[in-house]
T-cell receptor
Framework: DAGVIQSPRHEVTEMGQEVTLRCKPI?????LFWYRQTMMRGLELLIY????????DSGMPEDRFSAKMPNASFSTLKIQPSEPRDSAVYFC??????????????FGDGTRLSIL | EDKVVQSPLSLVVHEGDTVTLNCSYE??????LLWYKQEKKAPTFLFML????IEKKSGRLSSILDKKELFSILNITATQTGDSAVYLC??????????FGQGTRLTINP
């Protein structure tokens, strides 16, 4: 079975440019999560969706960050305008909802973003 | 605020040694604790622990939770170089959010 698929794998761009990261969750999963990982702060949750609806975006650092999930098989995380401090690895994860039971999240391979 | 603290942050051992990784936590509404292994790319799921005192095992890896003392340990016996990775401890917070510890970077030398 295909896991969580993210693209691009690497992105290098100049400060001020718009960056769009993409994610395809595991088919049938109800939850989708976007994380950012840096050496200083570790893995931090940015936003998550349930059935395509954003539930908690309290981790989104600023208005420059936005995320959408137009359908159950696709999500984007956009940064506009990008800044050097946005450089990090961005992970997407998905999980299944099972009533009365916690389920693990499954991660994609991440997008390594470098803003020059 | 919910918090996950892992120790040690870094550990270097020789192949064949046994290691114990620690995770302590503070949480207002405990649901489950999860361990992940991260090599070069995606964190991969190892264990989910919900009840105290019940050991989860997978090959040479095992983990247990103590909800009274608010900690979990991850044991790896007869370590191999392929066990070298960052091991992440996390809590489910609220409905589905995960909050992660800083991770333990484990290096196994041949």
């Amino acid at each position: 079975d295909a896991g969580v698929i993210q693209s691009p794998r690497h992105e290098v761009t100049e400060m001020g440019q718009e960056v769009t990261l993409r994610c395809k969750p595991i088919s049938g999963h109800d939850y989708l999560f976007w994380y950012r990982q840096t050496m200083m702060r570790g893995l931090e949750l940015l936003i998550y969706f349930n059935n395509n609806v954003p539930i908690d975006d309290s981790g989104m650092p600023e208005d420059r960050f936005s995320a959408k999930m137009p359908n159950a098989s696709f999500s984007t995380l956009k940064i506009q305008p990008s800044e050097p401090r946005d450089s990090a690895v961005y992970f997407c994860a998905s999980s299944l909802f099972v009533p009365g039971s916690n389920q693990p999240q499954h991660f994609g391979d991440g997008t390594r973003l470098s803003i020059l | 605020e919910d918090k996950v603290v892992q120790s040690p942050l870094s550990l270097v051992v020789h192949e064949g040694d046994t290691v114990t990784l620690n995770c302590s936590y503070e949480v207002t509404n405990f649901r489950s604790l999860l361990w992940y292994k991260q090599e070069k790319k995606a964190p991969t799921f190892l264990f989910m622990l919900t009840s105290s005192g019940i050991e989860k095992k997978s090959g040479r890896l095992s983990s247990i939770l103590d909800k009274k003392e608010l900690f979990s340990i991850l044991n790896i016996t007869a370590t191999q170089t392929g066990d070298s990775a960052v091991y992440l401890c996390s809590l489910i917070q609220g409905a589905q959010k995960l909050v992660f510890g800083q991770g333990t970077r484990l290096t196994i030398n041949p």
